[in-house]
């Protein structure tokens, strides 16, 4: 997974982290996530090909019903359905839970550079998310500003 996730943070602006974090950091991170929230695997041929997990909104206790969540597909593997798929077993899992809302974190950018596309937009739009907030240059990476937005889904009833 963390061969997946290394050429995010080394040559894309998707994750505003610098440095691809240690085997012992990822596995950690994973442990954390895993104590509460499904982190899911996709596998083909016996090889990761993707993973994704939900991890806390906010750790105070009025924001239990919401997640955030995160997804990524190995470069070589994009636009087979591995990501919509691994979208759909974590949203049933969380479902199952009981969370009521889906939140995504994407870097933006206007125009699209060749750090950042707006495909992870587009994306959570197919599966149902709606723009939430827009925060504008609080992401510095590669020498350039980038922006973020925060999209939704709502998957339970608020009763």
Request: aromatic share 14%.
């Amino acid at each position: 997974m963390l061969a997946i996730y290394a050429p995010y943070v080394e040559q894309t602006a998707i994750t505003f982290e610098y440095d691809v974090p240690t085997a012992d950091v990822f596995r950690q991170r994973l442990l954390k996530v895993q104590a509460k929230y499904p982190w899911i695997v996709a596998e083909e041929h016996g090889r990761i090909v993707g993973y994704a997990y939900a991890s806390a909104f906010h750790e105070r206790a009025a924001y239990q019903w919401a997640v955030e969540t995160s997804i990524y597909v190995d470069n070589g593997m994009k636009r087979c359905g591995i990501g919509r798929r691994l979208h759909e077993v974590l949203e049933q899992r969380l479902k199952d839970q009981g969370i009521l809302n889906l939140n995504a974190c994407i870097a933006f950018i206007e125009p699209e550079d060749e750090y950042l596309t707006q495909d992870s937009v587009r994306f959570h739009e197919r599966l149902g998310y709606r723009q939430a907030a827009h925060f504008h240059q609080c992401g510095k990476k590669f020498g350039r500003w980038y922006d973020m937005i925060w999209m939704e889904k709502i998957i339970g009833e608020h009763k």
